[in-house]
């Protein structure tokens, strides 16, 4: 069963929009969700995850349990925002990433 | 620190052929992961390691796949017989404590089966 699911493949957004890649996940527990990220030529990163509650480069992420969603977005994109980028969930015991979206940022 | 190391970064073997990858976590880390990268299925977590035991091989395809973590500096992954489905690139990644931490990634190694 497909834990992360992440429905866009492809994004692609004008730079100074705002963006929002969405990420749902299929668990009953209490899940920890990450956004992790790869740049062109890059290693995939830790972008943020939601128990830091925390802003990376303008991006937020907040869990919702009711949704079970856990969306990514920024008010204002920029051109160095083009990257792939995926959701993760671990349960404790197994780890999860969804198929990721690659996100344009078009000048 | 040169992060995680991985080799080789690109192997190209005919079906049938025995693969080895290797991985070179970072000093330190007491947990490593193997993930296997595909346009169709994105990234899938094949097994990890917590100091050097393997926790879960649950994602490992099938028999030919297998994972070896003699010491907390070395792992490898091996595949044989090979054959072409097996193409995609293969990560991997360590972390320290639990799943709940960063993982840092290797840059990959893209296999190609032919």
């Known amino acids: 069963a497909q834990r992360v699911t992440q429905p866009e493949k492809l994004l692609s957004v004008f730079k100074g929009a705002p963006v929002e890649l969405k990420c749902n996940y299929s668990?009953?527990?209490?899940?920890?969700l990450f956004w992790y990220v790869q740049y062109s030529r890059q290693r995939l990163q830790l972008l943020l995850r939601h128990i830091s509650r925390e802003s990376i480069k303008g991006f937020t992420a907040d869990l919702n349990k009711g949704e079970t969603s856990f969306h990514l977005k920024k008010p204002f994109a920029q051109e160095e925002d083009s990257a792939m980028y995926y959701c993760a969930l671990t349960t404790g015991n197994q780890f999860y990433f969804g198929t990721g979206t690659s996100l344009t940022v078009i000048p | 620190d040169a992060g995680v190391i991985q080799s080789p970064r690109h192997e190209v073997t005919e079906m049938g052929q025995e693969v080895t990858l290797r991985c070179k976590p970072i000093s330190g880390h007491n947990s490593l992961f193997w993930y296997r990268q595909t346009m169709m299925r994105g990234l899938e977590l094949l097994i990890y390691f917590n100091n050097n035991v393997p926790i879960d091989d649950s994602g490992m395809p099938e028999d030919r796949f297998s994972a070896k973590m003699p010491n907390a500096s070395f792992s490898t992954l091996k595949i044989q017989p090979s054959e072409p489905r097996d193409s995609a690139v293969y990560f991997c990644?360590?972390?320290?404590?639990?799943?709940?931490?960063?993982?840092?990634f290797g840059p990959g190694t893209r296999l190609t089966v032919l």
């Open positions: 990644a360590s972390s320290s404590g639990t799943l709940s931490n960063e993982q840092f």
């Open positions: 668990y009953s527990g209490s899940p920890e």
